[in-house]
T-cell receptor, first 121, second 112 residues
Framework: GAVVSQHPSWVICKSGTSVKIECRSLDFQATTMFWYRQFPKQSLMLMATSNEGSKATYEQGVEKDKFLINHASLTLSTLTVTSAHPEDSSFYIC?????????????????FGDGTRLSIL | RKEVEQDPGPFNVPEGATVAFNCTYSNSASQSFFWYRQDCRKEPKLLMSVYSSGNEDGRFTAQLNRASQYISLLIRDSKLSDSATYLCVVSHLKAAGNKLTFGGGTRVLVKP
């Protein structure tokens, strides 16, 4: 089945550090990738949607200058948490979707990465 | 009001018993519905899609009630390995494509 790899799986760093998280689709080309955040005992919240080669679309309340998203290729998207602070500590999960455009647009299912646990001290 | 609401539980279930729980959604334009399973500190994994006619996958049965805007999941003959958080997920169309909205999850604990 479709596999999405996320790296690193766990990060602990000091306040003020910038942290980059990678999301790769290993066996398919992801036309759209999504970044979610999940705080303890809460639901996954969509942060942003990114399409290859274009700017990400951020959800309301998510600072685009704080959470930089780059989707430079069909298999890789990165999320950089700039100048991270303790309140940014969370579980960050990406998902990737392959959409078919030939013969009419058709969305594929979302495949999730295994998440990155970010702890800011 | 949250877009997707679930009873957080936990539902403590004896092994072999049946457990069922619901999820309500507020957006009447929602198009697709799913149940995901999430184990502790892991990513969510698709359990099953939910169709209007209801559908069954082994010990799992999902139902959709559009009139009352809820979906349900029933687990028969519960196994210890069924212990997890079950996430109700609703999809609706936005300009950027279908957006998935996750409920807060229902925690199920199956005990021997």
């Amino acid at each position: 089945g479709a596999v999405v790899s996320q790296h690193p799986s766990w990060v602990i760093c000091k306040s003020g550090t910038s942290v980059k998280i990678e999301c790769r689709s290993l066996d398919f080309q992801a036309t759209t990738m999504f970044w979610y955040r999940q705080f303890p005992k809460q639901s996954l919240m969509l942060m942003a949607t990114s399409n290859e080669g274009s700017k990400a679309t951020y959800e309301q309340g998510v600072e685009k200058d704080k959470f930089l998203i780059n989707h430079a290729s069909l298999t890789l998207s990165t999320l950089t948490v700039t100048s991270a602070h303790p309140e940014d500590s969370s579980f960050y999960i990406c998902s990737a979707r392959m959409d078919r455009k030939g013969g009419g647009f058709r969305e594929g299912p979302q495949h999730f990465g295994d998440g990155t646990r970010l702890s800011i001290l | 009001r949250k877009e997707v609401e679930q009873d957080p539980g936990p539902f403590n279930v004896p092994e072999g018993a049946t457990v069922a729980f619901n999820c309500t959604y507020s957006n009447s334009a929602s198009q697709s519905f799913f149940w995901y399973r999430q184990d502790c500190r892991k990513e969510p994994k698709l359990l099953m899609s939910v169709y209007s006619s209801g559908n069954e996958d082994g010990r799992f049965t999902a139902q959709l009630n559009r009139a009352s805007q809820y979906i349900s999941l029933l687990i028969r003959d519960s196994k210890l390995s069924d212990s997890a958080t079950y996430l109700c997920v609703v999809s609706h169309l936005k300009a950027a494509g279908n957006k998935l909205t996750f409920g807060g999850g229902t925690r199920v604990l199956v005990k021997p």
